[in-house]
């Protein structure tokens, strides 16, 4: 009796291991029938299928290149030995190994779809399409070649030719999840939210247990579908169903750095600012150089209430690099020399450049517009770098009120720091801090002699290549704020902004009553601050107020107070503080500025928050006509109030503790009611006061420039 051959007996106990997907005991298999016959094509060809499979790239291609050479006329040893030659990243010979198995099989359209993955791994769109067409002309239902040709569509910008073929493969095969997947993304992306939610929730009806096709487990499928539908509800503005979405998703894969990112993103929103809070604290124990989850990090600290300021500049010391780009412990970049003769020989121009993300109608553009256009040109020349594309009438009126501009969103950080250098900037000055846009990896660069940041951001940046911050002695004084501080404080005269009011701002009306009030006597508090601002501290204070005031009401707006679990929220936080619900009041939003603005009238005494003050939703109201009561803390996020009504001439309204917060309050809304024309008046003070002297302004900010540019 003739004994079996030992290698076909393993060959065949590795093909049963390799058909129920057991791809490590295919490999020791194999490995064993190596050892007795190392020159047998099939084990070879087998053994390097089974290391690709486990993720041994390397030692998959040094078995495949045996194989070749013993059996150059088999197919699959060439496609296999690309396979693993791309995944180690050796394309050109990947591409290579594909195109000799093609050419021994023309008609093999699993080949061509191979030709067609290094291709595009090796940078070469053009070639993959034309393989996975080549392949799908011989096999039109090969599903895994119509699906990415469309990735490759997509990444080759053409989106209407990928969606097309994601949605033929799910028209063929309705539960592809990849293609569901991408289709669903590409519509976020394409700002179609309906559709790409009718996608996900599509596919996300068909799973129901099991596999979801393709080697994705069910879980990952459904936090990636959860994480999609988030992305779509967001920009449906159904807010707190993306919450919903994103906390199914976190739940369903809590290692994915990004879909907790997404998470802390919608709490933030919501004003769920400490949740955000540990969010992104797990984002970056996940991956410790997510920069947009350490920028979102600190902007949250700064609506913080419970956080002591010291524990909130700490933390700016050591994500503020994190967010601009930087590794922990990365070397600081030393300054450029400064230009001969500084700070400055008589009569030389000195270059300014801003860098925003804000250069548009927006908060930081009204106050930066007076600043520009009373700036002596003959001592100041102003280059302004736009991070968005974004432009309407403000950008004109920036645009014009500038020297140069220079676009950089499409620029890296290290091209957009050759152009500042190029435009022989003296002081490149940040306006985002950690705000939406920020390029700080671009002051990480140290493009500039000099670097400061100012205006946008209420907090240090905690970036160690950022050399002053522009304040004043209101919002940081002594010694207590520079130790908060990672920048050299340069405080201006006066206040540390001027406002340009809207030109298109309503006259000041009288008080008239609030739609949806009762009583039109009512007195009316009120805050347009954004929802994050609404801290348990500021909700305090104000219960408190209203509970002094029974019959007095209080009236929100914001855009997030528009979603029923906001608003559900907050009533039952005024509620639990012994407050009755019906006497708040949620404003819609305006479709422009002038509607908004006209809300006032209904205003009798508005509220500043705390920590974190408001600043053009402070000037809007006393430019309308209303009081602002302002409580002032320990930190620049909680003095901005106080610099504010300092320089409009009303310091009586910030007061330093809860009991003066009520009685400021209570005796503004009764002189405002026994003296209807006290809003007049309060437009015409403000007009005339520093806040909005452009001119003063231009010269104070002027002096702390070339404080900023002289200083070592």
């Known amino acids: 009796m003739t004994s079996p051959d030992p290698v076909s007996e393993l060959l065949a106990q590795a093909s049963r291991a390799i058909a129920a997907g057991w791809w490590s005991d295919a490999r020791t298999l194999l490995e064993q029938a190596q050892q007795i016959d190392g020159r047998r094509p099939d084990v070879l060809i087998n053994l390097g299928l089974a290391c690709l499979n486990i993720g041994a790239p390397r030692e998959a291609a040094v078995v495949l290149k045996k194989a070749v050479v013993l059996r150059p006329d088999i197919p699959d040893a060439h496609s296999n030995l690309g396979l693993a030659l791309s995944a180690t990243g050796r394309h050109k010979e990947a591409v290579a190994s594909l195109t000799r198995a093609v050419r021994l099989a023309p008609a093999d359209a699993r080949l061509l779809h191979d030709l067609g993955v290094v291709c595009h791994a090796a940078g070469d769109p053009a070639a993959a399409m034309a393989a996975f067409r080549r392949a799908l002309g011989l096999e039109p239902s090969l599903v895994e070649a119509r699906f990415n040709l469309g990735t490759v569509l997509r990444l080759d910008g053409q989106p209407a030719a990928a969606e097309a073929a994601w949605r033929e493969v799910l028209q063929d095969a309705p539960g592809h999840l990849p293609s569901a997947l991408n289709l669903g993304s590409l519509l976020v992306v394409q700002k179609r939210p309906a559709d790409a939610l009718a996608c996900f929730d599509g596919i996300l009806a068909q799973l129901e247990g099991g596999d979801a096709g393709d080697g994705v487990r069910v879980v990952d499928a459904l936090a990636a579908l959860h994480n999609g539908r988030g992305n779509a509800l967001h920009d449906l503005e159904r807010l707190d169903e993306a919450l919903d979405a994103f906390a199914r998703a976190a739940a369903l ?87 001969s003769g500084a700070p400055r020989a008589a009569g030389v121009c000195l270059r300014i450049g801003f860098v925003s993300a804000d250069l548009r109608t ?178 305090d204070l104000w219960s408190r107020l209203l509970a002094a005031e029974p019959g007095s009401r209080l009236a929100l707006k914001a855009g997030s107070l528009e979603q029923a679990g906001v608003q559900a929220r907050l009533r039952a936080a005024f509620a639990a503080r012994g407050i009755d619900p019906d006497r708040l009041q949620f404003l819609p939003r305006e479709p422009g500025i002038a509607t908004h603005l006209a809300r006032y009238a209904g205003i009798d005494v508005a509220l500043d928050t705390y920590p974190y003050h408001g600043t053009t939703t402070t000037c809007e109201a006393l430019w309308m006509g209303v009081p602002v009561i302002s409580l002032a803390g320990d930190r620049h996020a909680s003095r901005v109030g106080a610099s504010l009504l300092a320089a409009a001439g009303c310091p009586q309204w910030s007061v330093q503790d809860e009991a003066g917060f009520i009685a400021a309050a209570r005796e503004a809304a009764r002189q405002a009611r026994a003296d209807p024309s006290s809003r007049l008046r309060l437009r015409k003070q403000l007009a005339g006061s520093l806040l909005l002297d452009g001119a003063r302004f231009a010269a104070n900010f002027g002096a702390a420039v070339d404080a900023a540019v002289a200083s070592d």
Request: some cysteine; overall charge negative.
């Open 362 to 539: 927006h908060s930081v553009a009204w106050f930066l517009l007076p600043a520009l256009a009373a700036l002596d040109r003959d001592r100041f020349e102003v280059h302004l770098y736009p991070t968005a594309p974004t432009a309407d009438d403000m950008t004109a009126r920036l645009r014009a009120a500038s020297a140069g501009w220079h676009p950089i969103d499409t620029l890296d950080d290290a091209a957009a720091a050759r152009q500042v250098r190029a435009d022989g900037i003296d002081l490149l000055v940040d306006l985002s801090g950690h705000t939406a846009g920020q390029r700080l990896g671009l002051f990480a660069r140290r493009p500039a002699p000099r670097q400061a940041t100012w205006l946008g951001y209420p907090n240090t940046t905690g970036l160690p290549q950022m050399d002053c911050r522009l304040v004043d002695a209101i919002t940081d004084p002594g010694d207590a704020a520079q130790r908060l501080a990672s920048e050299r404080l340069l405080r201006i005269d006066g206040c540390f902004v001027c406002y340009r009011p809207p030109s298109d701002a309503p006259d000041v009306a009288p008080r008239r009553h609030a739609a949806g009030g009762d009583d039109p006597g009512q007195i009316v508090f009120g805050s347009f601050n954004n929802l994050q601002k609404l801290s348990a501290s500021t909700l």
């Open 253 to 339: 894969d809590p290692d994915s750095a990004e879909i907790r990112y997404n998470l802390g993103n919608q709490q933030l929103q919501l004003g769920l600012v400490d949740s955000a809070l540990a969010t992104f604290r797990q984002v970056l124990r996940l991956d410790p150089a997510h920069a947009q989850a350490a920028q979102n990090l600190l902007y949250s600290t700064n609506y913080a209430d419970a956080m002591p300021a010291a524990e909130v500049a700490q933390l700016h010391r050591m994500f503020g690099p994190v967010a601009a780009g930087q590794r922990a412990g990365q070397a600081v970049a030393a300054p450029p020399p400064k230009p």
